[in-house]
């Protein structure tokens, strides 16, 4: 496993824009987005984003007029997040990454009869 660093969300100005984009594009008003972790897949894990409020165990990061919500236990697995803007993502689109590379193994099954 790697990191790449360990905050709880970074995001460049491009990708801060592209971003808000996003959200005024979709009629998202409300700025206060929870990261969830929605499954793994054999690409490595898959996450949600969902506008929600603050809990009581969220870590939280403030980033221009928008606020990030993480639950404690996630940001330890994944040492935090990082959006990328398309170009960022060499082209690929927008993309939510987790800062810690995790890796996911998925073999081919044997099945013994």
């Known amino acids: 496993m790697e990191t790449v660093n360990k905050q709880l969300m970074t995001l460049s100005d491009a990708a801060y824009e592209e971003f808000l984009n996003f ?10 987005i929870r990261i969830s972790l929605a499954g793994y897949a054999c690409s490595g894990p898959r996450f949600g984003l ?7 165990d969220d870590m939280v990061a ?3 007029d928008m606020t990030f919500l993480v639950e404690k236990e996630l ?12 170009d960022e993502n060499k082209g690929q689109g927008m ?3 987790p800062n810690k ?3 996911v193994d998925c073999g081919i099954f044997e099945i013994i009869l």
């Open 50 to 56: 969902v506008v929600d409020q603050e809990k009581e």
């Open 62 to 64: 403030t980033i221009k």
């Open 75 to 86: 940001f330890e697995e994944f040492d935090g997040f990082q959006i990328l803007s398309t």
């Open 23 to 32: 959200l005024n594009t979709n009629n998202v008003e409300e700025k206060t």
């Open 95 to 97: 993309v939510l990454r």
């Open 101 to 103: 590379i995790v890796d």
